[in-house]
């Protein structure tokens, strides 16, 4: 069955950097384009990045463009997300997923969730 497992996140200040890491199994890794969302409390999940099977392409949303660099190696079934310049309204549950463009919208491939990993950025 499908595993995303996330790690990385914590409590950095403002103008700070976190590096998060999601470890993929049971799927062919290397077949699927994958990305992260993020959800903050009391609001629904969004997209924030996402990167071609091949690593080649790489997706942003205009909020994190810039200041966060998605990177994969299908070596390790791993997807990354650097954050940089990190900013108190980038705070939520970062998840990872497989995704799917359809039109201008990012969707997951999977109905299954990691358990995520929190970010809090302090002003």
């Known amino acids: 069955q499908v595993q995303l497992v996330e790690s990385g996140g914590g409590l950095v200040q403002a103008g700070g950097s976190l590096s998060l890491s999601c470890a993929a199994s049971?799927?062919?890794?290397?077949?699927?384009?994958m990305g992260w969302f993020r959800q903050a409390p009391g609001t629904e999940r969004e997209f924030v990045a996402a990167?071609?099977?091949?690593?080649?392409?790489?997706y942003y949303a205009d909020s994190v463009k810039g200041r966060f660099t998605i990177a994969r190696d299908n070596a390790k079934n791993t997807v990354y997300l650097q954050m940089n310049s990190l900013k108190p309204e980038d705070t939520a549950v970062y998840h990872c997923?497989?995704?799917?463009?359809?039109?201008?919208?990012?969707?997951?491939?999977?109905?299954?969730w990691g358990q995520g990993t929190q970010v809090t950025v302090s002003s």
């Open positions: 997923n497989a995704v799917r463009k359809s039109g201008s919208s990012w969707y997951s491939d999977f109905g299954s």
């Open positions: 049971g799927f062919t890794f290397s077949n699927y384009a």
């Open positions: 990167i071609s099977w091949s690593g080649r392409n790489t």
